[in-house]
C-alpha cells in the first residue's frame, strides 16, 4: 500500500470511501477471498472514471466489483484497487412502464420496485444474487426469462472514461455475453420496460419462485450460484450429479448435495479448495462424458 496513491483516492472519494488490505471475504457472497491493496466505493459515475485514470496513472490494477456474487478471491488477495459499484450507486426510479436502476442496484430490489409498481416481466430476476450491473454484463436468466427480454437501453463507460448510452440491439446478448464483457465497458445505469400486470398475479409468481429456488438450491450455505456454465445440450449439475460427485468435497469447499451445480462453502473454505474441487470435478465429468465444464464464476487475485 502506498500512502501517497492512498491520499490520491482519499481526496477524491473521502476518507470513509477508501479502505486498504481490506478482506475480500467480506464482500463476496462466497465468503471467500484475501486482502485487496485498496478497496474503494464511489458514489458516481464520474468518481469511477476518476479513479480510473488515477489508477492508470500509477499503474495500479483495478477490478470493478459488485455485490461479489459470482467471484472467487484468491486467498492472497488482490494486488490492485477494487473499485465497488453496489449500494453507494444502487438507486431504482419508476416511471410509468420503465425503470431505471443504476449499476449498483440488486435485482431483488429492481424486482420488488416493479412488483410495487404492478409491472410485469421481471419476476423471473426477483431471486438471482446480483446487481443489475452485473446482470446486463452477463445477459442474467432464470426461469425462462434473461435480461435481453426487458432491457431498453444501458449507460457504460469506456476505458478511457467516456460515458455514452447503447440501445438494446447493439448490446449483442448472449448465453451470459454481451458487447459490454467482450469490450470491458462499465455499466453505470440501465432501463428496462416492463408490461403492466395483475398485482395479485405478480405477488405469486414471485412466491412461486422463491419457493422453487428455497426448496431446490442450497441458499443456506455461502456460494457464488451456479458454478459451472450449461454447456450445450447438457445441465452442469446433472452432469456432476450423474458422475457420483454430489456431496464431493475439498477442503471446506463442497458440490452441494441439493443442487449438484453448485459449489458451497461448507465452512471455512478456501479460495484454493474451490478451485482444487472445481478442477477435479472438471476433469471426472470430462473423463466420463466427453463434455467440458467451463467455470461461470469469475477468478480474482493471486491463488
Do not use: W
Not at 478497496?39 to 458516481?44: A, E, H, I, V
Not at 444474487?129 to 431498453?152: F, H, Q, R, S, W
Not at 474451490?274 to 469469475?298: Q, S
Amino acid at each position: 500500500m502506498n500512502s501517497e496513491i492512498r491520499k490520491m483516492f482519499c481526496d477524491l472519494l473521502g476518507e470513509d470511501r477508501v479502505f486498504t488490505e481490506e478482506a475480500m471475504s467480506q464482500h463476496t457472497t462466497f465468503k471467500i477471498g484475501g486482502p485487496a491493496d485498496y478497496f474503494l466505493m464511489p458514489d458516481k459515475g464520474e468518481d469511477v472514471g476518476r479513479v480510473i485514470k488515477i489508477c492508470k496513472e500509477k499503474e495500479i490494477p483495478y477490478f470493478i466489483l459488485g455485490n461479489g456474487s459470482n467471484l472467487l478471491v484468491g486467498d492472497g488477495g488482490y494486488r490492485g484497487a477494487v473499485i465497488q459499484i453496489y449500494r453507494n450507486m444502487s438507486s431504482v426510479t419508476v416511471e410509468g412502464n420503465e425503470i431505471t436502476a443504476q449499476a449498483g442496484a440488486l435485482l431483488s430490489a429492481v424486482a420488488a420496485a416493479a412488483k410495487n409498481a404492478s409491472l410485469t416481466g421481471f419476476e423471473f430476476a426477483g431471486g438471482i444474487p446480483g446487481t443489475i450491473g452485473g446482470a446486463v454484463v452477463m445477459n442474467a436468466g432464470a426461469y425462462g426469462g434473461e435480461m435481453k427480454d426487458v432491457l431498453t437501453e444501458v449507460t457504460v463507460m469506456n476505458a478511457e472514461g467516456d460515458i455514452f448510452t447503447l440501445p438494446t440491439e447493439e448490446l449483442e446478448l448472449g448465453y451470459r455475453t454481451s458487447i459490454i464483457k467482450t469490450a470491458g465497458y462499465i455499466v453505470l445505469e440501465a432501463k428496462i420496460r416492463l408490461k403492466e400486470g395483475d398485482p395479485e398475479v405478480i405477488r405469486e409468481t414471485m412466491k412461486d419462485l422463491t419457493i422453487r429456488r428455497t426448496t431446490k438450491q442450497p441458499l443456506e450455505y455461502p456460494s457464488a450460484g451456479s458454478t459451472f456454465k450449461r454447456p450445450e445440450g447438457y445441465f452442469a449439475g446433472k452432469l456432476i450429479m450423474d458422475s457420483g460427485l454430489a456431496g464431493y468435497q475439498v477442503g471446506g469447499a463442497q458440490v452441494s448435495e441439493k443442487h449438484c451445480g453448485f459449489v458451497i462453502n461448507a465452512g471455512d473454505a478456501t479460495a484454493r479448495d474451490v478451485r482444487t474441487l472445481m478442477d477435479n470435478v472438471r476433469d471426472i465429468v470430462y473423463k466420463k462424458y466427453g463434455v467440458t465444464l467451463e467455470p461461470e464464476v469469475k477468478f480474482l487475485g493471486e491463488f
